[in-house]
């Protein structure tokens, strides 16, 4: 079975590793020295190189012969951990390991020195799948791990990531890197593979990859199947891209308000399968460029584009008008917005372009001001304004004579004062309370509703006392956020009926403090009652 150029081409080394310099530089650095550090966080959007680095660290940090910095590829521990067969190196995926009882069984094993290798590196990929419990049971390790333990983690929404954690780790961002390093690569990767390529189509993907160099290698591998030249019309037709020609068309038709000639383009694109999400990406991207070109003197280093595209823009921006380019990406933007609702995706492209045309065919205040219009037509416009008035007086009169009838004959019954009620507390038994379980599990399903309420429940315990679910939370947030939205109360109901099948009343308790002064606990009930829920 043929092999995928982006797992062929997986950098070994960290000089293979390409735009990511102010990182590689460092972590050569740190081997060199003798120096690394406990845990690493590798954070940057994908295909940027952050788990083939995490591996190279791996390696580097075990190969028995380093050069400047470098695994050296040949040793039984470099090609055992490339191979995949190194019982030292773990690598974990956090989105289907996301669970405490993961965490804790990775722990577990922690303690135990390695087997072949100087250090036991421990590889978590997406570490921000993990749930807050989770969270908090790696935290202690990975503060103080054992002499012999290294933490890499690698993520691409690092916000989602504790501050707790991140404190404790070295933070590595990895870059985009530029559409002409992508492109190098690629001609780098067709001569490996005696494949030819165009210059603008290794631009093109590059473009298309958003930085990202395994996207761009998965897009060179479906495009060179074929066993032809790689040209920009292949990539296009490869990966559902609208032509260029076609922008330029559609632009020409929008700016002369040839709606029909605009249809027509559209159905001919939906014909060839056209995703019409990716037209309305183009668009946009094509009218950003367009606003570039007139903005700058010097556009090729803001344009991702071959240097014959960026020419033709440039030609096009001298004949376009400013405000025609911002309203095209303020009508294509809501355009995105109702596709992704899963409407009529044609329907709702060529309603954004007809509208684009008649924006631009609309007579602005100056063209009005500027008109010559002669006195008779002036005369009977004033005419007809006088006549609208004088009906829209009458209209008025009228609805103000049946509204005055209606007050006169229509009487709004009295509605009778609702009397208050008394709210009856009932009392908790707290000797007889006891800890609930299932709490860590609740916590779980709490976190896929409210990753907020489930930070804030994070080192809180629950006990049971009758028909109450007694929480005892350490952070003070809890009663202001439940007090501001209700739904959270019932969030946290609805996790423990699921485990345990009955839904209990909500009351706070710090176990330490209340259980030797329990009337405490009625005094704070009855000055914060939005805190327990019936």
Sequence with gaps: ??????????????????????????????????????????????????????????????????????????????????????????????????????????????????????????????????????????????????????????????????????????????????????????????????????????????????????????????CGSKGEKITVEIVANAVGLTGRDSLFKLDEAIRNNDIATLLRLIADLYEHSCDMMRLCTDLTEYYRNIMVAKAVDNPSNLINESPNEIERICEVAKVTKFEHATKATELLGECMKLMKQGKNQRVIMETTLMKMCIA????????????????EEVESLKLRIDELESALKDIKSNKTVVDNRTAQTVEKPKQPKKSKQPVIREKIDFDKAIELDCWPEALEKINVKSQMLANVLGDSKAFVSGDFLLLDIPSPDFSGLVNQNARHKETVREAVQELTGKKYKLAPWRRERQVENPEKLDKFVSENPDTVTQ
């Design 360 to 375: 631009d065919s609309t007579p602005k205040v100056e063209q009005i001001a500027n008109s010559s219009v002669s006195n």
């Design 1 to 222: 079975m043929k092999q995928a150029l982006y797992r062929k081409y997986r950098p070994q080394t960290f000089t293979e590793v390409c735009g990511q310099d102010h990182i590689t530089k460092i972590l050569c650095s740190q081997i060199e020295s003798g120096t690394p550090s406990h845990a690493y966080i590798f954070t940057g959007s994908r295909g940027t190189g952050k788990t083939s680095s995490a591996k190279i660290l791996s390696k580097a940090v075990n190969c028995e012969h380093p050069e400047n910095g470098n695994p050296c590829g040949k040793c039984p521990n470099c090609v055992s951990i490339t191979d995949g067969l190194n019982i030292d190196v773990i690598e974990m995926d956090a989105a289907s390991n996301s669970r405490v009882d993961d965490m804790r069984e990775l722990i577990g094993n922690v303690m135990y020195p390695p087997s072949t290798c100087k250090y036991k590196v421990y590889i978590i990929d997406e570490v921000h799948m993990l749930s807050p419990s989770a969270f908090n049971a790696l935290l202690k390790t990975i503060e103080e791990p054992p002499a012999h333990v290294i933490f890499i983690l690698a993520t691409t929404e690092v916000q989602a990531v504790p501050a707790t954690i991140l404190s404790r780790c070295q933070r590595f961002d990895f870059n985009r890197a530029p559409a002409d390093v992508i492109a190098d690569r690629l001609k780098y990767v067709c001569e490996c593979e005696n494949m030819q390529i165009e210059d603008d189509a290794a631009i093109l993907i590059a473009k298309l990859s958003d930085g990202g160099f395994r996207d761009a290698l998965s897009m060179l591998d479906v």
